[in-house]
C-alpha cells in the first residue's frame, strides 16, 4: 500500500485535520539508511510531520528543510519536504544504540535529546528564507513539532507521530496526525478535542489496527464530524545526481581538489539522504579543477 496523507476539517471548519499512514515510507527509508529500531523511530516521526508540513505549504515552489539537533547520541535529524508530500532525511548516527522505556517502547527521547533546538526552514526560491527554531521539549519529536507551532507559529497544535519496527527492523507500521484548531474556534468544542486526544491510547497502536488514514480519521474524530477535503500519495524520495555532487566538489576550491587529484586520483561521495555512491575518476576531477580555477 502507498503511503497516504488525507485531509480534513471538523466541527463546521473550526479545525483542520491531517491523518497519515506513512509505513511505506518509513521503510523505504529504513531500506536505504538500515538504522537501529529507535534511529529508525526517530527518523520516521521526522519525516511523517515533514510530509504533512510540506502538504500544509501555500507556495509549489517552498523547499522545506527540518533540523533536530538534541545533543543525544543519534546526532542530528536532518528532513527536507516538498509541497506534494515526498521527503527525504538522514540521521547522523542511525547506529546508534537502541533502548527502550519499557518491553515493547523505544527511548526515541534519550537518542535524540532534548538540549537543542527543532528548526524549520522554509525557502520560496526568494532571498531570505524563513526560519523559524524552538527549543525541544522531550526528544520524542511529536512534542517537539507541537512546541515549534505553538512558539514559532504562534499555532495551537496537536501532533501524534509512530513507527512501530518489527523484529527484522523492517516497518510494520507508521504514521501520525497534525490536527490544528482554528481562531474561531468555541470553547466547548475545544474541551471535547482535547478530552478526545488525552483519551486515546498511544498512536502506534491505533494505526496497527486501522491500515487506512480515514479508518484512523473515523476513530479518532467521529464525534466531530469530520469532512475529508483531499488525499496524497506521498513517497520517500531522493532527488541527487552527478551535477550537484559535481558542484560540490568544484566549491572546495583549487588547493583541496589539487590535492585530491594528486594523492587519491579519484574521489567518492556519497549521499546523505539515499546512500548513493557517485565515484569523480582523474579525468573527470581534472575538468572540475578547470572549472574552479575559472571561478577564481
Ligand atoms: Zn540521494
Known amino acids: 500500500m502507498k503511503s497516504k496523507i488525507i485531509r ?17 515510507m ?13 534511529a529508525i523511530a526517530a527518523l520516521g516521526r ?32 536532518v528532513t527536507v519536504g516538498n509541497p506534494k508530500g515526498n521527503v527525504k532525511g538522514y540521521v547522523s548516527n542511525p547506529q546508534v544504540e537502541s533502548t527502550n522505556l519499557y518491553p515493547g517502547k523505544l527511548d526515541v527521547g534519550s537518542a535524540v535529546g532534548k538540549n537543542g533546538t527543532i528548526t ?61 484548531v482554528l481562531p474561531n474556534i468555541d470553547e466547548e468544542t475545544v474541551a471535547r478535542l482535547e478530552d478526545r486526544l488525552a483519551s486515546l491510547e498511544p498512536i502506534t497502536s491505533i494505526i496497527e489496527k486501522k491500515s487506512t488514514p480515514e479508518e484512523v480519521l473515523d476513530y479518532i474524530f467521529k464525534d466531530l464530524e469530520p469532512t475529508i477535503l483531499d488525499s496524497y500519495d ?24 589539487t590535492e585530491i587529484i594528486e594523492q587519491d586520483k579519484q574521489a567518492e561521495l556519497m549521499c546523505h539522504f539515499c546512500n548513493k555512491k557517485y565515484t569523480f575518476d582523474e579525468e573527470h576531477l581534472k575538468k572540475l579543477l578547470q572549472e574552479a580555477t575559472k571561478k577564481k
Open 234 to 257: 506521498v513517497d520517500f524520495t531522493c532527488d541527487c545526481n552527478e551535477e550537484r555532487l559535481e558542484k560540490a566538489l568544484i566549491s572546495i576550491g583549487e588547493k583541496d581538489l
Open 26 to 38: 518509513v521503510d523505504k527509508a529504513q531500506n536505504l539508511h538500515k538504522a537501529t529500531p529507535v
Open 120 to 180: 524549520v526552514t522554509k525557502d520560496l526560491g526568494l532571498r531570505e528564507p524563513y526560519v523559524g527554531s524552538n527549543p525541544l521539549v522531550t526528544g520524542e519529536i511529536a512534542e517537539d513539532f507541537a512546541g515549534y507551532f505553538a512558539f514559532s507559529e504562534q499555532q495551537p497544535t496537536g501532533v501524534a507521530l509512530g513507527v512501530l519496527v518489527d523484529v527484522d527492523y523492517t516497518i510494520k507500521a507508521a504514521g501520525g496526525y497534525i490536527v490544528q
Open 46 to 77: 521526522t519525516l511523517t510531520a515533514t510530509s504533512i508540513m510540506g502538504l500544509m505549504s501555500k507556495s509549489e515552489k517552498e523547499k522545506l528543510t527540518i533540523t533536530i539537533n538534541g545533543g543525544g547520541p543519534i546526532g542530528q535529524i
Open 8 to 24: 480534513a476539517t471538523a466541527a463546521s471548519n473550526q479545525i483542520r485535520i491531517f491523518v497519515a499512514n506513512t509505513t511505506e
